[in-house]
C-alpha cells in the first residue's frame, strides 16, 4: 500500500507501568487528507463505536511520532482539534484524555448495522472482487446519493417532518 502508515500500537501499560490508550493511530500520506485530520477522524471514529470510552487516555505524542515518523506538532495540533471539538483534555505531565463524546446509536444497533454488512452488501462485493478502495469508493457514492444526502445527519438522529433532525430516544 503506497503512502500507508502503521498503526501507531501503545495499548496497555507502558514500561512504568501507566496505562496507555487503547487507539491505535493509522496515516496514509497519499489521501490528501492532513495527517492531523486523519488523527482526528480516527478519534471520533472510534468514540462513535464505542472503541474509546471516557477517561480513556490518547497516545502519548512520542509514542505516536516514534511509531508514525510523523512531526510531534501533527500531533499536538490534533490533539488541541480534539479539545476545541470538547472531545479531549490534556493534563500536564499526564497526557490527554477523552472527556466527552459525539451523540451516537446505542452501541446494540451499530453492532447488528455492523454485522448486517459485512455478512450482507460487503461480502458480496468481496465475492464479486471489489477492491477495497472500489468498495468505499461504492459505499461512499452510495451513502452521498441515499436519502437526499445524509452526510448533514448527526448519529443518533432521525430527520423529521421538513428535513429536520429528532433526537432518537
Do not use: C
Request: hydrophobic share 40%; net charge negative.
Amino acid at each position: 500500500m503506497t503512502g500507508v502508515k502503521p498503526f501507531a500500537e501503545s495499548p496497555g501499560p507502558d514500561d512504568a507501568g501507566e496505562w496507555v490508550s487503547p487507539v491505535r493511530f493509522r496515516v496514509d500520506t497519499g489521501s490528501g487528507v492532513p495527517i492531523y485530520l486523519q488523527l482526528v477522524h480516527q478519534v471520533e471514529h472510534a468514540l462513535r463505536l464505542g472503541r474509546l470510552a471516557l477517561g480513556d487516555q490518547l497516545p502519548r505524542v512520542r509514542d505516536v511520532v516514534g511509531s508514525l515518523s510523523i512531526n510531534p506538532n501533527t500531533v499536538a495540533k490534533a490533539y488541541r482539534e480534539l479539545e476545541h471539538k470538547g472531545y479531549a483534555a490534556g493534563r500536564p505531565g499526564q497526557g490527554t484524555f477523552i472527556v466527552a463524546a459525539p451523540g451516537t446509536a446505542e452501541r446494540g444497533k451499530f453492532d447488528r448495522l455492523r454485522e448486517s454488512l459485512a455478512q450482507g452488501w460487503l461480502s458480496d462485493a468481496a465475492a464479486a472482487g471489489l477492491s477495497e478502495q472500489e468498495i468505499v469508493a461504492l459505499f461512499m457514492t452510495a451513502l452521498r446519493e441515499s436519502a437526499g444526502g445524509m452526510a448533514g445527519r448527526e448519529p443518533g438522529g432521525t430527520a423529521g417532518p421538513g428535513g429536520q433532525e429528532e433526537a432518537v430516544a
